[in-house]
């Protein structure tokens, strides 16, 4: 018999306007007590405005050992980063 | 060949997270290091517990109150960070109840005055901040960041023992000799928190080669002691230690034997409080099973 409960990942506004941010996880056996946790594990200290929790098992990650050929594509583009052009002397505001 | 690259990446100050390859016995030193710091800060909140319903003010007992919640918050983080190598918060606490995994010894010692409060704020959380510090650092990621996080909420509670302390050592004489004898009592129990002496530490070295431990107890007590000599001087308390002096020429102050017999004794379970302490975590798991059991029953009937 098991009584380990579900895990779950929570993310936290800090602040209205900007984005929700990963703090940690806890366990809970439903959504509302996940998210009543989260507020007393995460939030003592006025961290934020709002919180999502998301179960932990939905979560999908990229692995670390294919971390070479899964982000390969975007590192021979260095015309995606604006300090690749040459700009002529003298022009301002660009 | 894993190994060989396992440690470059430890060489090279990289984080290890949970899916990376990892020895075998990586992973088990940080399961029971890590497991007994969340015990220790779950067991720590009893002998503080002890004094939330006789606090002198309303003040110092909604302080109390927060900071015992603050503990359980913390225990919580660290079996979590545990929990990502593998092993179940089930397991972790059947660990505790049968005396596999330990907890910190200072929590064996009872909590006999209102100044105790202020001893264990001061000197046991003081004492944990400087080996959290440290820890800051170590390699193991989610480790590293549970510290992070505890480290920035627990300043406020070696400030509030220090508070307690001050307050205590202007007060009447029967005040100040409450604060003295309370940091009579916990002094040795605080220093010896860093454990035994470098040569007689047989887990430090891999631990320090895999930086898991980035400095040695006796460093981190050494630190310890530096910082609270001076703390204590201005409140004018004392510190138990006859042998206490400034040693200019290694610039740290040197300090007296520690009673490694007592230390022994207490982890070794014959300690003042050792049964109380697991006993009543026992007794509250075993209380709140109906509640576990009703929540989960709860949550297959919604199907959330």
């Not at chain 2, 007994?36 to 004094?51: C, K, L, R």
């Not at chain 2, 007992?61 to 983080?77: F, S, T, W």
């Not at chain 2, 202020?118 to 959380?125: E, F, P, Q, R, T």
């Amino acid at each position: 018999m098991t009584e380990e409960s579900l895990v779950w990942e929570v993310f936290i506004q800090s602040k209205n306007g900007l984005a929700h941010k990963h703090v940690g996880n806890l366990h809970a056996t439903d959504k509302e007590m996940a998210l009543q946790n989260a507020r007393d594990l995460y939030t003592r200290r006025n961290e934020g405005s709002c919180i999502w929790v998301v179960k932990s098992k939905d979560i999908v990650s990229s692995e670390s050992e294919d971390v070479e050929a899964f982000f390969d594509p975007s590192n021979d583009k260095m015309y995606r980063h604006p300090t690749f052009y040459k700009m002529p002397d003298g022009a301002k505001h660009i | 060949m894993n190994e060989t690259k396992f440690q470059l990446k430890i060489d090279e100050e990289k984080k290890i997270e949970p899916k990376d390859w990892m020895p075998d016995a990586y992973r088990k030193h940080l399961i029971r290091q890590i497991s007994q710091h969340a015990h220790s800060e779950i067991i720590g909140m009893q002998p503080e517990g002890n004094w939330i319903s006789r606090a002198p003010s309303l003040r110092a007992k909604m302080i109390l109150l927060a900071k015992v919640q603050d503990e359980a918050g913390h225990g919580l983080y660290l079996y979590s960070a545990c929990e990502t190598l593998g092993v179940s918060r089930q397991e972790l606490i059947q660990q505790l109840h049968e005396g596999k995994a330990k907890y910190s010894s200072i929590f064996n010692y009872p909590t006999l005055s209102w100044a105790d409060m202020g001893a264990i704020g001061w000197l046991v959380d003081g004492a944990a901040i400087v080996n959290q510090v440290s820890l800051q650092r170590t390699s193991y990621g989610p480790y590293s960041r549970g510290m992070i996080k505890i480290c920035k909420e627990e300043s406020f509670h070696q400030r509030q023992g220090y508070e307690i302390m001050a307050e205590l050592a202007k007060g009447t004489p029967e005040q100040k000799e409450m604060a003295q004898d309370a940091l009579n009592r916990f002094w040795w129990p605080s220093i010896m928190m860093f454990g035994p002496n470098d040569g007689d530490s047989p887990r430090s070295g891999n631990a320090m080669k895999w930086k898991i431990k980035r400095q040695t107890n006796d460093e981190l007590r050494q630190n310890f002691i530096d910082k609270t000599v001076q703390q204590a001087e201005v409140i004018g308390l004392t510190i138990p230690d006859p042998d206490l002096k400034w040693n200019e020429e290694r610039g740290h102050y040197d300090f007296g034997e520690m009673n490694w017999d007592e230390f022994w004794s207490v982890v070794n379970g014959n300690g003042p409080c050792n049964k109380q302490r697991l006993d009543h975590h026992i007794k509250a798991h075993k209380d709140g099973k109906w509640v576990r059991d009703a929540a989960k029953a709860y949550s297959e009937k919604h199907l959330n």
